[in-house]
């Protein structure tokens, strides 16, 4: 007798574009021999962009604390030569014992449960001066450290969805970790729209006539997600927006969920985080950073954090939200150690003067720059295809272009066609959410720009004969 399973619908119903059916026909090409170049998804390592040296460095020697000892032993020995025979730094080596100390028992035993708490103290140092004079300072006890900003989302929206009611604002589109989480919770996603034909930025009138429809339909809205810089649009939002989404939050007494994992991701645009704008209003603030992005781009190191501002009292529970979220995290034990270590080094850069800050430096603006390239490379080849139009700044590490497409074919026939005829692997707009009657795609501008120049101009071809031919 073979075992039929009557499953969870919220996780069999669940869905996630940037894992879906064209990236997992990209899979069956690339099996087949076909030559695939993977931007259906914000993973920089899997397309060449090199580790920062200074954190596999110090990584190194966390993993293999007997090599301290003997990189000693081989500096004095070698005094004079280190540079040239490419020996680890002093900073490296002092870093490393000094993350050793801090965790006590080295990367292969459990921390505590929200992360080891000098890496929780860094990470509260690091807010504290990434916002300045915002008067409000960051509590290590009310940080997490997480398994990539993933985890602290879903941890969030766990403990805020109690019943299929409950709502959660998304933008449209937004990056599917939020729909498939609400929906994996059994909540009501509830959407706003951005504009964007105004670069993708966030009205008042916007959110309020959101949530109107949403408790008009008997939904209980208890918070707005924000992700800024925006993936999959790119969107940097300015200060006054995210004034406008605190003050709204604030008048309707729901929790902001800011996802800031792109922060570092803004080309010459200006970051301003949600804990910054926030001051004295009384909202509920949680917010993600995360190792995965950047200039570090170390998604499979999985570090991240999860920052609680003015946690609310839990009703029933005689606590707040963080003594759960504290139990959510205890149930996986700890956040793995590596990643806490990487999102120690995130927040804890070389100083200006030690021996690693120069190629440290030069290593992020060189991978900055590049990103920045890449993208523009892209939105010029935009210019030469009919009827494709891109808002917005530059920010993340995406664009999503608006596409005009022949009646009658969809956005995902198109990404679908697009890969079969080049190799490239983008996803469909609909993969994210869009506005009624627009057709979109994203791409993740990551490829090497060598790849990008074989790639861009059959993209084009490709492009202008599906739009003549339909
Ligand atoms: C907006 C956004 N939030 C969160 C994540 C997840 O990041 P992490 O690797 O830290 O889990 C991503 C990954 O692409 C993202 O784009």
């Not at 914000?42 to 460095?57: K, V």
């Not at 040239?84 to 449960?113: K, W």
């Not at 949600?274 to 570090?303: I, T």
Request: glycine share 10%; net charge neutral; aromatic share 8%.
């Amino acid at each position: 007798m073979t075992w039929e399973l009557i499953g969870n619908r919220n996780v069999i119903e669940m869905e996630y574009a940037v894992r879906g059916p064209v990236p997992q026909r990209a899979a069956e090409l690339r099996k087949q021999g076909k030559k695939i170049i993977s931007c259906n998804i914000g993973n920089p390592q899997a397309l060449g962009q090199r580790p920062m040296t200074y954190c596999r460095q110090v990584m190194s020697l966390l993993e293999d604390p007997s090599r301290i000892a003997r990189e000693r032993e081989l500096k004095k020995a070698l005094a004079g030569r280190e540079r040239q025979l490419g020996l680890l730094s002093d900073a490296v080596i002092e870093t490393a014992e000094r993350i050793l100390a801090g965790l006590g028992s080295g990367v292969g035993a459990y921390s505590e449960s929200h992360g080891a708490v000098f890496i929780r103290e860094a990470v509260a140092r690091f807010i504290d001066r990434r916002d300045g004079a915002s008067g409000v300072r960051s509590d290590p006890e009310r940080i997490y450290l997480t398994d990539g900003a993933s985890e602290g989302a879903r941890h969030v929206l766990e403990v805020l969805i109690s019943k299929p009611s409950d709502g959660v604002m998304i933008p449209i589109p937004q990056y599917p970790l939020y729909s498939a989480s609400i929906r994996k919770c059994g909540g009501t996603q509830v959407n706003y729209y951005p504009d964007e034909d105004a670069g993708w930025t966030l009205s008042r009138a916007a959110l309020e006539e959101s949530l109107e429809q949403a408790k008009r339909q008997g939904t209980d809205v208890k918070a707005i997600v924000v992700i800024n810089p925006g993936n999959p649009t790119g969107a940097i939002l300015p200060e006054e927006s995210i004034r406008d989404v605190l003050d709204f939050a604030a008048l309707h007494r729901i929790a902001v969920i800011a996802d800031e994992v792109y922060q570092e991701n803004v080309y010459g645009g200006v970051f301003v985080s949600f804990a910054r704008v926030l001051g004295e209003r009384d909202v509920p603030l949680f917010s993600l950073h995360s190792a995965s992005k950047g200039f570090y781009g170390e998604c499979g190191h999985r570090g991240g954090y999860l920052e609680v501002r003015n946690p609310p009292r839990v009703k029933g529970a005689n606590t707040d939200l963080c003594a759960i979220l504290y139990k959510q995290a205890s149930v996986s034990l700890c956040p793995n150690v590596m990643g806490q270590t990487l999102t120690y080094l995130m927040v804890n850069p070389p100083q200006r003067g030690s021996e690693p800050y120069d190629l440290f430096v030069a290593e992020r603006e060189g991978i900055l720059a590049d990103l920045h390239a890449k993208a523009t490379m892209i939105r010029d080849a935009f210019r030469e295809m009919q009827g494709v139009k891109c808002f917005g700044k530059v920010g993340a590490m995406y664009l999503f272009p608006r596409l005009s497409l022949p009646p009658g074919t969809s956005d995902f026939d198109y990404c679908m066609a697009l890969l079969e005829k080049t190799g490239l692997c983008t996803v469909n707009g609909s993969g994210f959410g869009q506005k009624e009657g627009t057709q979109h795609l994203r791409i993740a501008f990551l490829p090497p720009k060598d790849l990008l120049a074989e790639v861009l101009p059959a993209w084009v071809a490709f492009h202008n004969d599906y739009v003549r031919r339909g």
